[in-house]
């Protein structure tokens, strides 16, 4: 085989079916090759997680701002499961009656 100075190495990477049509839909509806979808994507989550590292720096009490935030999201999810499960207690309970 004979190998072209500077070029981009092959690579082959096993994917799920579920996800090879996700880039194969991804990749037509950007009228890209697969390649360049997956390439872009990639390209794109180096810059996010660069982006994120900057934004801890400038905020180092992100993470824990975050935890918060998400045990808040938690807490209300609870409440609402539990009023509809009141509600249903309720219903149930004027069936009975």
Not at 1 to 12: V, W
Not at 34 to 49: D, H, T, V
């Amino acid at each position: 085989m004979i190998r072209i100075p500077n070029a981009p190495p092959d690579m082959k990477i096993r994917l799920s079916a579920e996800l090879r049509q996700r880039i194969e839909t991804a990749a037509r509806n950007n009228n890209r090759t697969m390649n360049a979808e997956i390439g872009a994507r990639l390209e794109q989550s180096f810059r996010e997680k660069g982006r994120r590292a900057v934004s801890a720096v400038q905020s180092p009490d992100l993470e824990e701002r975050l935890e918060k935030l998400e045990g808040r999201v938690a807490d209300l999810v609870l409440d609402d499961r539990i009023d509809k499960i009141a509600n249903r207690l309720s219903a149930l309970e004027k069936r009975v009656k």
